[in-house]
């Protein structure tokens, strides 16, 4: 009988339940252009639900659990529309234009608000200018221990009154892709400060065996988190002892200890999937052009194993959303301790070359330098405040590879490199009219021999090669270029955009063991 009266409940709440709509269907939102663009929602079981778009209507019918989703067909571009969708009552979402969708992703770099940068009144500007054709989404911060599939969240025209919470970088993004297409651009910001990569990750793509030590990590921070615990007082006592030992450690010649973090218990934001769970799963099915991606900071102090995490990210999300979409991201920017050796000992070039690996691995997967973006006179800045340029250099390289025009988007980048007596000659891609930035010699490039030991190298340019010598290095075997956290490097290109730094040997660097959370 007990089961009787559940089975009962069950079919009745799929029977009562109403017409609904996914959080992301509101009024003002942007579909893709080009594109049928998919929804999804409740009704009642078996329910018929209709919809009208503009002049094309359609049906779809939901399932045993009322649970539906449809696609709305491909609409022509340059007009506003109203979708109407009915079943036993009527939504109406209103204002709906076509346009260029972007998901704006990552951690506290790429959540930065436009408030908080340097360029507050050039934004506003901008603002006026883009007059109502830059929309946005916020997805609003949510940890779920099991994947949630609606999201509490709407859509709003950027104007003068909300332009302060929006992502400084994504603004810009939008605001530039705007006026070069001259179409709406929507961003979906999904972003949350001090976030690792495997958080923003599905169950499925953290099965391989790589990852069991970040799973017994979590097994035993979890064993160990207790009822009672304050976290405020833990993490202020860790504050406090911070300076002290990575002063001990410079001093040791020793790695630094990274920036402690809060205690983690089980619904802690970098506990596995528990971002995607809570905030990207419900978006995951919702048309988009592609993705800008800011993060890395917090994975830099595992950065040899942010090799596959950054790769397996993007595999993930990809799959989830069911298309090959563009995947854009930030090159970690400069940070911490000025570049006083040829090589420093320094996590953030390996976590740079993660990034790197990963845009060569990947088709339609590509990053932008911002290494001299920092804040000269604050360089242990983790938020550098000028995000005009990094949105300006992620859209010009969105422009370049996605909408085909002609617009510079990178510095300087090696393509091979061959010894040659006692040189090494490293051929460059993107290098047309390199020079210095500041006209003067070239500096940041290092070069070894086989004791691998790291010297300064005298650089000269020929044409779109690079000729490294060394009287203190009579045959150099490798070469490296800006590896350090603040690299001293001032190489550009006749766009004045930086060199991404490199190595061209395999010698081992920090964060080779370090692959717990």
Known sequence: MRCLIISLLIVTQCLTVELSVCGLFSDN??????????????????????????????????????????????????????????????????NIVIGEVWIAGGQSNMQWSIARSSFKNEAKTLCKQTAANIRWIKIPYRVSRKPLSDVNAQWSIVDEGNLDGMSAVAFNYAAHLQQRLGKPVGIIQCCIGGTVAESWMSEQALQRDIYKP???????????????IDPKKVYAEKCKQWPIEQKKALAAGKEPPPWPSMPKGPDHKNRLNALYNGML???SPYTIKGVIWYQGESNAYRAIQYRDLLVDLIKDWRRHWGQDMPFYMVELCSYQELQKGPVDRHVYPVAREAQMLAAKQLEHCDLISCIDLYDKNNPKDIHPKN?????????????????????????????????KNNSIVLHMEFAENMHAVDNGAIKGFAIAGTDKKWHWAEAQIEGKTIILQSKQVEKPVAAAYGWAGVPNGNLVNGNKLPAFGFRTDDWPRSTHKSVNP
């Open 281 to 283: 799963y419900g978006i």
């Open 387 to 419: 995000k005009r340029d990094v949105g300006k250099r992620l859209a010009d390289l969105a422009l370049n590879q996605q909408y085909q025009l002609a617009v510079a988007y990178s510095g300087p980048r090696l393509l091979k490199h061959e010894i």
């Open 29 to 94: 939102m942007v579909l893709q252009d080009g594109k049928e663009s998919q929804i999804w929602g409740q009704a009642k079981a078996n329910a018929e639900i209709s919809f009208s778009i503009g002049d094309k209507s359609w049906k779809a019918t939901a399932n045993k659990n009322g649970d539906w989703s449809s696609k709305i067909p491909a609409l022509a571009s340059g007009k506003s529309y109203h979708l109407n969708i009915e079943s036993g009552k009527t939504i109406t979402i209103k």
């Open 214 to 228: 970040l799973h017994n990590g979590w097994k035993k921070l979890i064993e160990e988190w207790y009822p009672g």
